[in-house]
């Protein structure tokens, strides 16, 4: 039924998840996410590329921003999806893009968050962010994702590099074989990764606003300092919840995407996993009800 809302319909809902389309809309949003004590991740919402040419467009949208955060002295960081740099093109193509980009953040102290896609993209995602790393490149983390099977694994066998990664459960929903399908299942792996990725002293973006799994991190990064962790949230959602996490002085990073594509990345959100949509439509009439709700 989606693609029968009318457009303005949807682009007045997505505003609450996405900056605008364009870079200015996202200094805006992050400017005064940082005003209120969080820090910000931005997004450049693009579409899987099919052409070298629209891949290297990708890597010079980043460069605008890498400038406009350094300008503006933004406390931001950038995340970057690896089919939006070719990934689908050649391998060689995708990690020769994204060693762009890491060297660009890198210039103006900047750091690069590779974003786990569905998990076709799993083992070569790795693959280039231990390419990256082996390159000498520190300023980039990757994404896992609890609801995989695999991921306990994976950091085994990542912990030579001492990963920077940011926990979520995964947005994309997969097969038995290779996914836990139980709430509660997901939610354990996510607790058993974070608690292997702390004691491979891994510096871990906690992404979830599951209130059990924010009541279980907090319990387990207890003890450490403020800058050995960051919790992670997206735009428009829960944010008392994160204000309140930032009072308590946690670090906090607003996850804030931004793009023209944003009709394509909301369609596309939406259909690969149906149940964000139930959110979003509980979210819109609590706040018809019950404006201060967290
Ligand atoms: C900063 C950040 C980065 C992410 N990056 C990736 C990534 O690279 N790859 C990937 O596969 N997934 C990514 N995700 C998505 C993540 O995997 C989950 O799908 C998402 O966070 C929902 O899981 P949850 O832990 O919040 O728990 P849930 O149980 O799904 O949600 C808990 C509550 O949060 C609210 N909520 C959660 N998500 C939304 C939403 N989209 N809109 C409105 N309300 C919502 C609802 O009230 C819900 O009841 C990211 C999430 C965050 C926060």
Redesign the pocket.
Known sequence: MLPGVPKPIVRKISSR?IAGPTVEDACRVVSGLNERGKMATIDVLGEEHDSEEEARAVVRAYDDVFDIIEERELDSNVSVKLTALGFKLSYELCLENAEIVVRHAAESGNFVRI???DSSCTMDTLRIYRDLRERGHDNVGV?L?ARLRRTLRDIRSLKDLRPNV?L?????LEPPLIAFQDFQEVRDNFVAALDLLLACGSYVGI????EW?LEQSLALVEGLGREEYEF???LG??ELRGDRLVRDDHRL?I?VPFGKHWYAYSMRRLQE?P??AG??AS?TINRLFAPNGS
């Open positions: 998840y974003d786990m896609e994404v994702q940011r979520c459960k995964g947005i994309y992404a979830t606003h599951d799994l992670q949230m997206l959602v829960r990073r996850y996993n149940k964000i959110y979003i979210d």
